[in-house]
Structures are given as C-alpha cells and as structure tokens.
C-alpha cells in the first residue's frame, strides 16, 4: 500500500521520514541472528572493515564495522528488501516503481566503543546522477541518543550538494559542514526505519553506552540513474514498473 500525501510530504520537506516497524518480530530475530553470524564468524566477508579506522593507528579505539551487500551473504536480507511493505514506501517516496538496489549495508556500532559517522550526504560519496538515490536505515536495536542513533538536518536536501572534505584522519570517510543546532535526533525502536533522501545531511554520534547499535541500510536507486556519465545497468532490480 503506497503511503498518505501526509508522509509524502513530510519527506519532501524534511529529506527525512521514519515510518514505524516494517519487520515482523520473526524477521527481527531472523535478521539479528544472521547479523550476528556474518560479523562473528572467523572467516569476515571481503567487504568487512572498520570505518572507525584512522591513518596509522593499528587497532582503532572506535569502531564503526561494516560490511557491504548482507542480502548475497543471508537470504533475509534478500527477502526484506523484497517486501512489499519496504517496497511500497520506495515507490511512494521515489514516485516511480522502476526500484533498483546500489548495494546494502551493516553498519555495527559496538557497546562501548562505537565511533562516530560524522556529518554527511550519502551522495558525497556516491555521485549519483540526478541524485534521486535515498536510504532505508533499519534498526536491529532499539537506537537512542546514547547509542547512536541517527540525526539529520531536516531539509538539507534542498540545498543541493554540499562540499565534502576528508574527516579528519579518518581513512574512509568524509564531512560536509553543517549547523548542529538545526539537528533532530531519531530515535527509533528495533525493527523500525527511516528513509533518507542522498543529500539529507545526516550523522551518527559515538556508542559510549553498554548497549550494542546494529543497523542495516539498504540503498535504493531509480532505474535510469547515471554515475560518472553512464547509467547504472548491473544492480538488482527490486521493482520494475
Ligand atoms: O548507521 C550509521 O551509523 C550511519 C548511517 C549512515 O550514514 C547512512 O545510513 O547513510
């Protein structure tokens, strides 16, 4: 079922929307389970690194794990991003049922020693053209404040591309400006998701607390969306229209 022009809107306002659970409590337990065997087991994906990292630092003091594309690494997460409950909210935010996937991903803030996501838009890294890409953050625990759930700056989409810098030392990641003060904090309960649009600036603070933060982010794009001046043929198709 395609969502109300009240939840339409919102996120054409705000480049933002949280839209309740879309797991059942089985799919839940499924995924967390999954999750947890993927980023426990001896031998680590090819893709496993620690965006924490920083230039010369053997063991990093933060961890922020991540692991590209866990839908080719369990059937779960193949299933969810084929529900049409995730499906249908794509559609009504892209308005266009032609849905591919660039790719998902696991981003594991553990207990105690969860390093920040600083400030950014998902599109600084990507360079999707139009940039019409946008984000489904799920929550595989409840996220809060104090274990790193996400903020966004509520209609930075509109603004356009922001300059993107290394952040700081920082192997793998970049930062855009933004003012603070215009940040809202979303909460949100396990099994829960957000979409965000690929230049909603958006961050993630460190995980001091003694709860683990699991998370998974599955990464939408238009059919005909271009990148480096060609269109992105060889992704899963999700939804053709
Ligand atoms: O999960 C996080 O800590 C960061 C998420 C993020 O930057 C994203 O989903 O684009």
């Keep these: 079922m395609l969502l109300p022009p009240i939840q339409t809107d919102f996120f054409k306002h705000n480049g933002y929307l949280e839209v309740g659970s879309v797991l059942t409590s089985t799919e839940l337990a499924e995924a967390q389970s999954a999750y947890d065997g993927i980023f ?11 965006l924490g990292q920083k230039e010369g ?6 961890a922020v794990l991540q692991i590209i594309d866990m839908h080719r690494l369990h059937p779960i997460f193949h299933r969810i991003m084929h529900k049409p409950l995730v499906l249908d909210i794509i559609e009504s ?6 849905i591919n996937l660039y790719h998902d991903q696991a981003l594991y803030k553990p207990a105690l020693n969860g390093d920040i996501v600083p400030w950014h838009q998902d599109n600084g890294y990507w360079k999707l053209d139009p940039p019409e890409a ?3 953050w799920i ?7 104090e274990n790193g759930c996400m903020w ?10 922001a300059g993107h810098k290394r952040a700081g030392q920082y192997i793998a990641q970049i ?16 099994g829960a998701a957000m979409i965000h649009h690929c230049q909603t600036l958006h961050m993630t603070k460190p995980n001091l607390s003694s709860r683990q933060r ?12 271009h990148q480096k001046g060609v269109i992105l043929k060889d992704r899963l198709v999700l939804r053709s229209g």
């Design 40 to 50: 426990q087991a001896e031998e680590k994906p090819q893709s496993y690194r620690n």
């Design 139 to 145: 929550a595989l625990d409840d996220a809060d404040e």
């Design 134 to 136: 946008m984000s489904m």
């Design 93 to 98: 935010l892209m308005g266009q049922a032609d």
């Design 175 to 190: 930062k855009a400006d933004a003012d603070e003060s215009l940040a809202a904090a979303v909460p949100m309960s396990a």
């Design 57 to 62: 630092e053997q063991i990093s003091a933060g």
């Design 214 to 225: 699991r998370a998974w982010v599955i990464h939408f794009i238009p059919a005909n969306i």
């Design 152 to 161: 966004v700056i509520p209609g930075s989409h509109k603004s356009g591309e």
